[in-house]
């Protein structure tokens, strides 16, 4: 994996997508991953176009990854990269988040890290691309306003800084090691099960869809099957949800 490292950027997202495009304009067999991490992003990417804050002191990476494999196998990906960035916290300060499906780590109910994956199989070399964004070493006063969804950083949990390097190092590795599981198909046998047990609110009452309006189903969150979907136990049946966002449903 080549690896890109920048003081500031105005999203690793959109210079690993940069990057790749320019360095395999026409398929390539042996195209190898790219990797961006920035000390700083100006324009940092979420889920449904939200803004990312980005300061120093966060690890913000993103992968330009070659897709090896059938787009199917791809659609677990924020699960299979949140669950590489949760043993890359755990292997560093012997905590690890939940994953709250499909996209965040949480640390108790606050979120601790984001990822954004986007898929371009018509590329002329197709490719993933995966970013990881942790709050780490810095206080999540630096957020201001209150946020849709309360943050707090690994700092602000520990009481101290961790090393970023290793957090680093050890996230890229993990990757390595997944996601070629998922370039021959093997998510729901060898990640799966490793995900299971670190998702956050299972077996409690949620809501899957917008925040308002009659599309937004409520039951119970049973786990998720081995297209990484959302299942939901509701009075008329399991429901899955391959792409939504899940709230908890307080008593």
Known sequence: ??????????????????????????????????AVVAEIQTAGQGRTGRNWQSPRGG??????????????????LPLAVGLAAAQAIQNCINISPLIKWPNDLLMGDKKVAGILCQAYPDWP????????GINANFDPKVFGQPLRQPATTLQHELHHPIDLQT????????????????????????????????????????????ETGASSVEGRFIGIDALGQALIQTPSGVRAFCADELRRVLP
């Open 125 to 132: 070399t197709p490719a993933v691309i995966l970013g990881v």
């Open 167 to 210: 957090l680093q190092s050890r996230l890229l590795e993990t990757l390595e090691h997944h996601l070629p599981i998922l370039d021959r198909g093997d998510f729901a046998d060898l990640l799966l099960p490793q995900i299971r047990p670190r998702l956050a609110w299972l077996g409690q009452q949620v809501r899957c869809g917008p």
């Open 59 to 76: 690890l913000w990476l993103s992968v330009a990854w070659p897709m090896r494999g059938s787009s199917d196998g791809y659609q677990p």
């Open 1 to 34: 994996m080549h690896l890109v490292s920048l003081p500031t950027v105005d999203s690793t997202n959109s210079e690993a997508q940069r990057r790749w495009l320019t360095s395999y304009p026409a398929p390539e067999s042996a195209a190898q991953a790219i």
